[in-house]
């Protein structure tokens, strides 16, 4: 029965419904008993105990590898990093091993894991807690990257990278928690599928997490000036939906690619090349600039996503 | 299980020993030629076995006598330099050369080669590349043992370089806040790499380094089989049942260089002659003629490991490359097809 649930909720019961379902499902990380620091585990640890929702010690390094060894043993641990920031203290383990195990082992050893990687500004916390490096792991084989937008999609995508037997890296996003929306638990969703969140036929932008929402309020901009732009919510980059991306693209003639992570390097050069050779459509991208986050608004303001930038890019693209 | 001491045991670990040893010889003379680095030049010819070898010569000891202790369901995490722990864990030797030679029927199909040697049907979890890698693995699949309520317990292997790396605090650590079943066993050869750890070590070390996080540890002579048994049967003891993590520092001597190629000129070569004198098949070997088996004896079971280890070579040699499109399986399932 749908409900209305936040980001936060939506994912506490995709995870509850998932350990009742699957006893060799564990959750690790800091604080998790307590709820996890977005509340996005509140009330498991007293459903299924701290043996299953276990409290760790800030070791990065260890949650991370423990939950390689946990899956090579036969469990499928959720891992909390807290925040993607912090889950540099364990590449080595995500990597090195996590993404690796499978193929070096010649298919011996799966590593069935969630690493859950909060992304994204998380409103004044500065440069160390504020990155969105999903292009860091869409580059790495062995990883499934997921990156969900909407209470719905924050239930339904973590239960299928818990079902799909290999690691995934889980990215919601720190400013989305909050968020609510209509969750019907009882709606699969595939990975590697990407929602269509408003038709258009004058550009198609391509988009996820955070800028799902950014690039929705560009485009009502846009329709006041009579533009109807297509925004697509790629959901998981990889693998990433190209099918959607590039029929609509090829129907409106443009894509423009929107995400709040770093524009150089970011995992939308790899779409707009793509796109770019596939279909020859006119290319735009948007993204912060190569500039650590700053603390101070109007510093912080220059690598968020401003709607009235990304509707400038759009024109920009139609002129 | 026979007791420590007893000459059928000793037999038994001496074979292991000299098995492991024939396996590394072998693999060694396959090797020459495979890489370029420490100032030896690649051969026009390829060799058999291609790329960094780590050999344990004179560390088998240590893999004979704690995998001596382990049941079929226990679980190994080992290292870069992980031949001997492979075999003694029981996976079979013929698997493993056509690993090292990159065949399709290797313990990994090829695809992990010497420094990735695994064979999870014998509970081996895995050689790593990286140093200390194997230490929060090992400690993460104990929990998983404990948790699924079994007496199987977990053996990590680990070298003297790794107590440096920060995941051997974060592992041992972890493994003894959750009273996890798992016997650290720090394989001490006293060199990183080519360079001695012992200056590269603040403080008295691996033991006190455990001793300081509630882990009980054991300094052992790495190149006395018979105290490294009856060491290692403690240990394990203690660790099934229930008692939580362990540490057995074994105390070793790598007689052969970094890698197969490395003539590990960089020694002092009165220090090498020293450990040859003190070669655990040696001091085996000794045991054994002090308890009464014959010299003829001994050296069969040495004949016995090279003749397993010639046969191993021989189907290594004969057997089938991958298939290229073995390259794109076992990546991962969904997103499987999507490789560009």
């Given at each position: 029965m749908t409900q209305v649930l936040s980001y936060a909720q939506a994912a506490a019961l995709a995870l509850s419904e998932a350990m009742s379902a699957d006893d060799t499902i564990v959750a690790l990380g800091e604080d998790l008993g307590r709820g996890g620091v977005f509340g996005q585990y509140r009330g498991l640890q007293q459903v299924f105990g701290p043996q299953r929702v276990i409290d760790t010690p800030i070791s990065e390094a260890a949650i991370m590898g423990a939950a390689v060894g946990m899956a090579l043993a036969g469990l499928k641990p959720v891992v909390e990093m807290r925040v993607i920031d912090f889950a540099l203290c364990a590449m080595d383990e995500i990597v090195n091993q996590a993404a690796k195990n499978r193929f070096m082992f010649g298919g011996q050893g799966r590593v069935p894991l969630v690493a859950r990687m909060p992304i994204g500004i998380w409103g004044a916390s500065a440069a160390q807690h504020s990155q969105s490096l999903e292009a860091w792991f869409a580059h790495m084989p062995g990883l499934l990257v997921v990156t969900p937008a909407t209470p719905q999609d924050n239930h339904g995508l973590l239960k299928a990278a818990l079902a799909s037997g290999d690691p995934v890296v889980y990215m919601e996003h720190k400013e989305l928690w909050g968020q609510t929306g209509e969750v019907d638990p009882a709606l699969e969703l595939p990975l590697g599928r990407a929602a269509v969140r408003r038709a258009g036929r004058d550009l198609t932008i391509a988009t996820w997490s955070r800028g799902v929402g950014a690039s929705l309020e560009a485009a009502g901009l846009l329709a006041a000036e009579g533009v109807e732009a297509e925004v697509i919510d790629l959901r998981t980059l990889w693998p990433w939906d190209r099918e959607t991306v590039l029929q609509s693209a090829g129907r409106t003639g443009r894509l423009l690619v929107v995400h709040e992570a770093v524009r150089v390097g970011g995992f939308g050069a790899e779409i707009a090349a793509v796109a770019a050779e596939e279909t020859g459509v006119r290319i735009g991208r948007v993204g912060a600039p190569r500039v650590p986050v700053g603390y101070a608004q109007p510093l912080e303001n220059v690598s968020r996503l401003q709607p009235a930038r990304i509707a400038e890019a759009a024109r920009a693209l139609l002129g | 299980m026979t007791s420590p001491g007893d000459v059928t045991r000793l037999q038994a670990l001496y074979l292991t020993m000299a098995r492991i040893r024939a396996f590394e010889d072998a693999a060694e003379a396959a090797s020459q030629g495979g890489v370029q680095a420490f100032g030896q030049s690649a051969s026009a010819k390829p060799a058999l076995v291609r790329g960094p070898l780590h050999l344990s010569t004179g560390q088998e000891a240590v893999a004979a006598a704690v995998c001596a202790h382990l049941r079929r369901d226990d679980l190994l995490t080992s290292t870069h330099r992980g031949h001997g722990h492979t075999l003694a864990k029981g996976a079979d030797v013929t698997a493993m050369m056509c690993e090292l030679y990159g065949r399709a029927n290797g313990t990994n199909k090829g695809k992990g080669g010497s420094m990735h040697i695994a064979d999870f049907g014998v509970g081996m979890l895995g050689a790593n590349?990286?140093?200390?890698?194997g230490i929060p693995i090992a400690a993460g699949a104990a929990h998983a043992l404990k948790l699924r309520g079994t007496d199987a317990i977990v053996a990590c292997f680990f070298g003297?370089?790794?107590?440096?790396?920060g995941p051997f605090l974060e592992g041992l650590n972890w493994a003894r806040v959750y009273g996890l079943p798992v016997l650290f066993v720090c394989e001490d050869n006293r060199i990183s790499a080519t360079t001695p750890t012992g200056p590269m070590t603040a403080g008295a070390g691996t033991s006190v380094r455990a001793q300081s996080m509630d882990v009980p540890s054991e300094v052992v002579d790495g190149n006395d089989v018979l105290a490294l048994d009856a060491a290692a049967a403690r240990l394990v003891a203690e660790v099934r049942a229930g008692q939580g993590p362990r540490l057995l520092h074994a105390v070793t001597y790598r007689l052969k260089g970094h890698v197969s190629i490395d003539p590990a000129a960089y020694r002092d070569p009165a220090e090498v002659a020293r450990a040859r004198e003190a070669d655990p098949l040696l001091r085996a070997r000794a045991q054994l003629l002090a308890r009464g088996v014959e010299a003829a004896a001994v050296d069969a079971l040495a004949a016995r490991a090279r003749a397993e280890i010639a046969s191993a070579q021989a189907a290594a040699e004969a057997a089938p490359w991958p298939a290229e499109h073995e390259a794109y399986e076992d990546v991962t399932t969904v997103g499987a097809g999507v490789w560009q």
């Amino acid at each position: 029965m749908t409900q209305v649930l936040s980001y936060a909720q939506a994912a506490a019961l995709a995870l509850s419904e998932a350990m009742s379902a699957d006893d060799t499902i564990v959750a690790l990380g800091e604080d998790l008993g307590r709820g996890g620091v977005f509340g996005q585990y509140r009330g498991l640890q007293q459903v299924f105990g701290p043996q299953r929702v276990i409290d760790t010690p800030i070791s990065e390094a260890a949650i991370m590898g423990a939950a390689v060894g946990m899956a090579l043993a036969g469990l499928k641990p959720v891992v909390e990093m807290r925040v993607i920031d912090f889950a540099l203290c364990a590449m080595d383990e995500i990597v090195n091993q996590a993404a690796k195990n499978r193929f070096m082992f010649g298919g011996q050893g799966r590593v069935p894991l969630v690493a859950r990687m909060p992304i994204g500004i998380w409103g004044a916390s500065a440069a160390q807690h504020s990155q969105s490096l999903e292009a860091w792991f869409a580059h790495m084989p062995g990883l499934l990257v997921v990156t969900p937008a909407t209470p719905q999609d924050n239930h339904g995508l973590l239960k299928a990278a818990l079902a799909s037997g290999d690691p995934v890296v889980y990215m919601e996003h720190k400013e989305l928690w909050g968020q609510t929306g209509e969750v019907d638990p009882a709606l699969e969703l595939p990975l590697g599928r990407a929602a269509v969140r408003r038709a258009g036929r004058d550009l198609t932008i391509a988009t996820w997490s955070r800028g799902v929402g950014a690039s929705l309020e560009a485009a009502g901009l846009l329709a006041a000036e009579g533009v109807e732009a297509e925004v697509i919510d790629l959901r998981t980059l990889w693998p990433w939906d190209r099918e959607t991306v590039l029929q609509s693209a090829g129907r409106t003639g443009r894509l423009l690619v929107v995400h709040e992570a770093v524009r150089v390097g970011g995992f939308g050069a790899e779409i707009a090349a793509v796109a770019a050779e596939e279909t020859g459509v006119r290319i735009g991208r948007v993204g912060a600039p190569r500039v650590p986050v700053g603390y101070a608004q109007p510093l912080e303001n220059v690598s968020r996503l401003q709607p009235a930038r990304i509707a400038e890019a759009a024109r920009a693209l139609l002129g | 299980m026979t007791s420590p001491g007893d000459v059928t045991r000793l037999q038994a670990l001496y074979l292991t020993m000299a098995r492991i040893r024939a396996f590394e010889d072998a693999a060694e003379a396959a090797s020459q030629g495979g890489v370029q680095a420490f100032g030896q030049s690649a051969s026009a010819k390829p060799a058999l076995v291609r790329g960094p070898l780590h050999l344990s010569t004179g560390q088998e000891a240590v893999a004979a006598a704690v995998c001596a202790h382990l049941r079929r369901d226990d679980l190994l995490t080992s290292t870069h330099r992980g031949h001997g722990h492979t075999l003694a864990k029981g996976a079979d030797v013929t698997a493993m050369m056509c690993e090292l030679y990159g065949r399709a029927n290797g313990t990994n199909k090829g695809k992990g080669g010497s420094m990735h040697i695994a064979d999870f049907g014998v509970g081996m979890l895995g050689a790593n590349g990286v140093v200390a890698a194997g230490i929060p693995i090992a400690a993460g699949a104990a929990h998983a043992l404990k948790l699924r309520g079994t007496d199987a317990i977990v053996a990590c292997f680990f070298g003297d370089g790794a107590v440096n790396r920060g995941p051997f605090l974060e592992g041992l650590n972890w493994a003894r806040v959750y009273g996890l079943p798992v016997l650290f066993v720090c394989e001490d050869n006293r060199i990183s790499a080519t360079t001695p750890t012992g200056p590269m070590t603040a403080g008295a070390g691996t033991s006190v380094r455990a001793q300081s996080m509630d882990v009980p540890s054991e300094v052992v002579d790495g190149n006395d089989v018979l105290a490294l048994d009856a060491a290692a049967a403690r240990l394990v003891a203690e660790v099934r049942a229930g008692q939580g993590p362990r540490l057995l520092h074994a105390v070793t001597y790598r007689l052969k260089g970094h890698v197969s190629i490395d003539p590990a000129a960089y020694r002092d070569p009165a220090e090498v002659a020293r450990a040859r004198e003190a070669d655990p098949l040696l001091r085996a070997r000794a045991q054994l003629l002090a308890r009464g088996v014959e010299a003829a004896a001994v050296d069969a079971l040495a004949a016995r490991a090279r003749a397993e280890i010639a046969s191993a070579q021989a189907a290594a040699e004969a057997a089938p490359w991958p298939a290229e499109h073995e390259a794109y399986e076992d990546v991962t399932t969904v997103g499987a097809g999507v490789w560009q």
